[in-house]
Every structure is written in C-alpha cells, then in structure tokens.
C-alpha cells in the first residue's frame, strides 16, 4: 500500500479573506521547487492544498515538508477503490503504521458520492469493526481519540488517511515582502533569518567580508548558513561585502572606543543601500538587547541613526539559550559555533564604548567622506545564489 | 573473458568510481588542512561525501571518521577502545571467525596484559548469542563480532547480540561488516552497533578506502599520532580522492540489488548438491554473493589453478589467510575434518557476475573435477 498524494492544511493563512490566493500561490511554488520532482504535482484548494505524489516516496517528501512555513499540518492520503475489502484493509494497515502502544480511535467517514450503498454511520461501523479485529489495544472513543481515521468516499475512488504531521506554521516564505539581513556568522543572525522566513519574509543575506584578515573558510561558513536557511522557504541571495578598506580606515580615524560603533555605522549604511538596490523593505538584524557592547540601547540608538529604513530585531527580547536552542532545532547551532575569525572579532577595541553618544560618533566620522568607500564595497560585492548547486562535486560523488 | 568470482578478496571497482577518483585527484588536490582556497575546496568534498555517507546510512556526519580501510577500521575499534576504556576493564569477547584483522588485533592485546575469550562458532559457523553472553565478565569492555563470514558467508546473529549488551550498559559492540556492508542489511539502530568497520575495495571501490561508524558518545584512542585529522581520531593527510571515490561507491550500491547475486549462488548450490563429490560449508540462508565447500581428495589450491586455466578464478580461503599453507582457522573451528578443509575452495559473486558465468562454473567443474580425481587415484 503506497501513499498516493499528501493532504495540507493551513494555518494563519486561512484567516486571510480576499487575498488568500496570494498566499497559497506562493506556497505552492515554494513547495515546488523545494521539491524539484518533476512527477510531483501541486494543487492548491481555497482551504487545502494537495501534493500528488505520482510514485515518489512519501517520507522522502515529509523530511522536506516539516520545514515548509504556512503549512499547519500534513498528512499522508491512500487511495483505494469503492470495493468495501479493499477499503478496510487500507484502513487496518493505516492504523497499524499511525499506532504507538495502546490507542483510541474513531472512524470519520465523508460521503461525497451519495450513490455509495453503505451510509456513513454504516461504513464507520464497517471499518471500525474490521480496524478493532484486526488489532489488539485499540479501542474506540468516538469523543477524544488519539487516532482519527478519515475516509472520503468520492466517485472516482475513497481516500484514507491516518496519520497527522505538525507543520513549521507562519507564512509562506515571500508572502510578505522582502527584507535584508546581517548575516555575521555568529549564532544569532541566522536564528534571526530563521524567524523572519517563518513570517513571510524573503531574505537578501549581506555579510560583511575582510580579507586577509578573514578566512575563506569563514565566507563559506556563512555561505552553509545561508544555505541552511534556504530549508525554511525558497532562496536566500547572499551578498559579501569587501570590508578590508572601510574597517581599516574606521580604524585610523576613530579612536578606538569608538571604532566599534563606527564600524556598525559603515554596515548600516551599506545594507541600507544594498536594500534600495534589492527592493528589499526593512533590515533585519540578530541583536537582542545587552548581550554585546553594540547591542545596548544607546549603541542601537548611535547605529540607528543613519537611517529611517525600518530595522527589525526579531530577537531582541530573546534570551541567549533560547536562541541556541532554536539554532540546534535550524541546524545552524553546529555551522555557527566553527571558530573562524569575522569581521566584528578583528579590529576589537579593548573596550568599546557600551553607551556611545550619536553626537560624538557623527564628530568622528565628520573629518572623512566615507561615501566613496561605500560605493566602492558596493561596487566589488559579490552575490551568490543559495542554494547553490555545487556541481561540480555533486557529480563526483 | 575472465570470469571473476573472487570478489570477496578484492571487487573490481566500477569505472565511474575510478572516473572520481582520477578526476577528484586532479581537480582537489591541495590539502584539505591549508588555509587556503583550494584546500577549502578539498575539505569541502570530503565533508560532502561524509554527508552523502552519513545521509544513505541515516547516521550522524560526525559518526564516520574516514580511515584506509577494514583493516585499520577493526584495529582503530578494538585496539582505539581497549585503550580508552583499560580504566573500566581489560577483557574482550571476540569469536574464532574473525578476519586476522580483528583476530590478529586481539592477540596483540593479549600480548600486553589483555584477555580475551575467543568464542567458538556451532558447525554452521555460526556464533550463538548465548555463548556471548557466558564469555562476558565485569572486566569485559568490548564484544566484537562480524556480520558476515569472509570465508563461508555465513550471517552472525548481530542484531540479537547487539540486543542482548544492552543489559551490559558498560560494554560495546563493535561489528566488522566489511564483508557485509550492502549486502545483508543491517539496522544499527535496532542492532545496538558501536562501531562499525567498512571497506571501500570490498564494494567496487578502491583499496586503501574505507571508514569506521562511530557512534556519537562513544570513544576510541587513535593508533596514529599526527596532525589530528578526522577530529583527531585519525592523524595523516586524508585521501580526498580515495574518500570522494568510496561516497560514490556507496551511492552506487543503492542501486543495485545484492539478492540478485543469491540467484546464482543458489543455481551453483543447487548444482553441487546434485553432485556427489562436493561438501557445501556455507549455510543456507547466508550472504548472498558467498559459497564455500569442498570437493574432497582435490587440494583447494590445485582446483584454484585449473580453474584459472579455463579463465576462472576464485580462491581457497581468504585471500589473506591463503598464502600461509595452513587449513583454514575458520574451518577447524566449525570442525570441518582437516581433509575437507585442505580442499576447500571460496567463491564470491558481485553484481558483475552472471548467470551465464554460473553455468560456465559447473560446467569446467564436471570437466575439471573426474580428471583430477583420476589422477589422484594413479598416484595412490
């Protein structure tokens, strides 16, 4: 018996009224090409959508499925025939493989086709009746059962299913306009992505990049996390900025408590611009208030202040474990933790300034036009595509 | 055409396996520990294909730590857990069927103040899961045991073994599968397995390829010192190509179905068995790929060369037990009488092999067989 097609249900999506198909549209497309089996085929219903599956392996599917944001819950459907045997015995093997120990359950039978010669309270008896000799510990309560076993019997054949998946919940991914997001390497920015994708959001991933002082290897630390993130809906665009210049300027015109601020400055500046450039609404960034000298309230406010671009901090109130433990449940905690030196690590004040003054910082930086050194990094930016299809060893293994 | 069935000692690999492995050598050449961006690169393929591993074993990617092969995988398990764990105890449980791998590793222990009870297989060759259970002691930190025979294919009971340690919290199980590995299948959840051995050459990959599953928890002390490679569990400038040509062997065998094998096995089995003069050692419900047996009063190396004569080669015992001129230790160990085990021969099929070289097989046999038994008889 093979799972034929997979029934999903939304979530907040179907408190939407009008525009709801914008939604579904755009889940449909982010389940297709997330996919990319050309035999799967996508249907998208007002209030369900269904994935027919055409021969592919459902648990391959579900792997994928439960990172799908929009979707509330899934569920695995079989086809059968009219032919009553054929329909108990799917529902026998049904409950068998959903069952863990002991369970209660009960039959919920749809009959669209009315021609059907067994009424529904006479199928849930057949079916039920057929389900409880056939298996041991199952007993049915028809008002809280653990297992709901559904048919719906239609003209063209019944369908059964059993089994009930949790989905990521949110919003497809791209439903809600698009933001850009600082993207350090570190264990909060990606987690950070991560809640954003869940609301809608599509990414455009800027991460700020200083050879020889950082590594390969730390550019493709945050292309794995980039392309992590992509599991959550769709593609991410990762752009690198040459950040060599700007920081070691920063670094002979600032004094030194003040570089760290200024370097956060120049990073706003540029995302502000890379934002304009990509459509791009808002900025996204992983700060969550106190943890790190730039993420007090007064550093936020002396950053901030070169722009009016809304900058959205999804975790801002968030605590550091908490964070972690999202990151483990993302797959980028392990990414994250490899100790490759970043931009923010190089070029560290002793002591930077945890309550810098706007006023000052804006005096600092007055004595040199940065706006060169910022067209120039925007210039030499380098974006790549994620996921990235890495062909070439793709092949070779 | 050479009709190979000796595919226990030695696969051919498959062409596209040889096409990555001179294609990777060329193009990730650097050294995957450099700073640089071709060495990167190199590090990349090899955590890709640890992926690629890990994914089609459903196992964790830090749980595979690449090594040269089964040899060094049974000796990094054995002796890598002996060592780490002396402190808990010094006693091994381990079989009398064990490739010298394993074997030869445990008398080495035993060399150095270990014990080791090496317990004795039933005539079938097969190990019984009771018989673990009696060799165990509170000094014991380790039971290893294969999967399949090298030399008679027979199937140990792995999975209830493995089942049984799990009453003996403090004791590991280490599984050699280099014989069985995408053959027989094997859960290693269900089974309970520590660590487990696999070669790259035994599955139409390249020699000096292999790996060691390692579950996550568990700790071996590394044989090598070095520059701490493979997290630090195997020192020494890893094999790219070797490692990028062992993930590709392993995602072929995912399409290719090794029942396939049994068919011709089970066509040969059939054959002899009609014929009087032939003893088959390897039990029904075995490997698929492996048939052992005698033909009595013919030396096995004497019928491996006439057989080699009409293009056929297959081999007497294991190939690495073979050059010692000894009857197999395997053998005695069932209580094969020491004439039957004097002329045993081994044949091991592939997905290579066909039918067609299966009939061949009997018929140089009916050919071979009376003609040297007849000079036998004029020497007698």
């Known amino acids: 018996m093979n799972y034929d097609r997979i029934l999903i249900r939304y979530g907040e999506m179907s408190t939407k009224g009008r525009n709801r198909s914008k939604f579904t ?219 060599t210049h700007i920081q070691e300027t920063i670094h002979k015109q600032v004094p030194e408590n003040y570089t760290m601020t200024s370097t956060r400055r120049m990073m706003m500046r540029i995302a502000d611009r890379i934002r304009e450039q990509t459509g791009a609404l808002a900025i996204v960034t992983g700060e969550s208030l106190g943890q790190v000298a730039s993420q007090t309230m007064e550093s936020m406010a002396a950053i901030n202040n070169v722009t009016n671009t809304p900058v959205l901090r999804p975790l801002i109130a968030s605590d550091k474990l908490d964070i972690m433990d999202t990151a483990r449940k993302i797959g980028t905690h392990d990414i994250s933790i490899l100790p490759y030196e970043d931009c923010c690590t190089i070029f560290t004040p002793a002591a930077p300034k945890t309550r810098p003054r706007t006023e000052k910082v804006q005096y600092f930086e007055s004595f040199l036009d940065f706006e060169p050194l910022i067209e120039q990094a925007i210039r030499d930016t380098e974006t790549i595509m994620l996921p990235k299809k890495e062909k070439e060893m793709d092949d070779l293994l | 055409m050479m009709i190979y069935f000796d595919n226990s000692a030695t696969t051919m690999p498959d062409e596209s396996v040889m096409d990555t492995f001179v294609k990777a050598g060329i193009r990730f050449f650097a050294n995957p520990s450099s700073l640089h961006s071709p060495g990167m690169e190199a590090e990349r393929l090899i955590e890709k294909a640890r992926e690629q591993i890990a994914g089609l074993m459903k196992v964790s990617t830090d749980e595979i730590i690449f090594t040269s092969g089964g040899t060094e995988s049974n000796n990094l398990a054995i002796k890598g857990v002996a060592s780490f764990y002396k402190g808990r105890g010094r006693h091994i449980v381990t079989t009398m069927i064990e490739h010298p791998s394993v074997f030869e590793a445990c008398r080495d222990l035993e060399k150095s103040g270990y014990s080791v009870t090496y317990v004795k297989p039933d005539e079938n060759g097969i190990v019984q899961k009771k018989e673990i259970e009696q060799a165990i002691t509170g000094e014991t930190v380790l039971v290893s045991v294969m999967h399949v025979n090298n030399e008679t294919g027979a199937v140990q009971p792995v999975k209830e073994i493995g089942k049984l340690l799990k009453k003996y919290p403090s004791v590991l199980f280490h599984v050699d599968d280099v014989q069985g590995f995408g053959k027989v299948p094997l859960d290693l959840q269900a089974a309970c397995v520590d660590l487990l051995s696999v070669s790259g050459h035994k599955l139409h990959g390249l020699n000096g390829t292999g790996f060691l599953y390692k579950r996550q928890g568990v700790q071996v002390a590394p044989l090598f010192s070095g520059g701490g490679q493979e997290r630090g569990f195997r020192s020494g400038t890893e094999n790219v190509s070797g490692i990028a040509s062992l993930a590709k062997a392993i995602r072929l065998l995912q399409q290719s179905d090794p029942e396939k094998t049994r068919e011709m096995t089970g066509f040969i089995r059939g054959q002899l068995i009609k014929r009087e003069w032939s003893i088959i050692h390897t039990p029904p419900q075995s490997a698929p790929h492996i048939l052992h047996f005698s033909i009595p009063g013919i030396k096995g190396e004497v019928l491996v060369h006439a057989l080699e004569k009409e293009e056929i080669i297959v081999s007497t015992t294991s190939a690495c037990s073979s050059k010692q001129n000894k009857p197999s230790r395997i053998l005695e160990a069932m209580n094969v009488n020491r004439e039957h085990a004097a002329s045993a021969i081994r044949i091991s099929l592939s997905r290579y092999n066909t039918m067609e070289e299966s009939v061949k097989f009997i018929d140089a046999l009916d050919r071979i067989v009376p003609v040297l038994a007849k000079k036998r008889n004029e020497r007698t």
């Open chain 1, 25 to 243: 549209n755009k889940m449909k497309s982010n389940i297709k090409r997330l996919l990319a089996d050309d035999r799967i085929q996508v249907e998208a219903q007002r209030d369900r959508m269904f994935i027919y599956l055409n021969g592919a392996s459902f648990y391959e599917v579900k792997e994928q499925l439960l990172h799908v944001s929009g979707i509330q819950s899934f569920s695995p459907v079989v086809k059968t025939s009219q032919e009553l045997d054929e329909m108990k015995e799917a529902a026998l093997e049904l409950v068998k493989r959903a069952m863990i120990g002991a369970t209660t359950f009960k039959v919920e039978t749809r009959r669209a086709d009315k021609t059907f010669p067994l009424d529904t309270h006479a199928l849930n008896h057949e079916i039920g009746g057929h389900v409880l000799r056939g298996t041991e510990n199952v007993t049915v309560d028809v008002h809280h059962p653990n297992l709901t076993l559904v048919v719906e019997v239609r003209q063209e054949a019944v369908y059964l299913s059993c089994e009930t998946y949790p989905g990521a919940g949110g919003l497809p991914a791209g439903a809600a306009g698009k933001a850009v997001l600082l993207l350090s390497g570190g264990l909060d920015s990606p987690v950070a992505g991560y809640m954003m994708m869940k609301r809608g959001v599509e990414i455009e991933a800027v991460h700020f990049f200083s050879p020889p002082y950082t590594s390969e290897r730390a550019k493709q630390k945050v292309m794995d996390l980039a392309d992590t993130l992509t599991k959550y809906g769709g593609h991410v665009r990762l752009h690198i900025v040459p950040f």
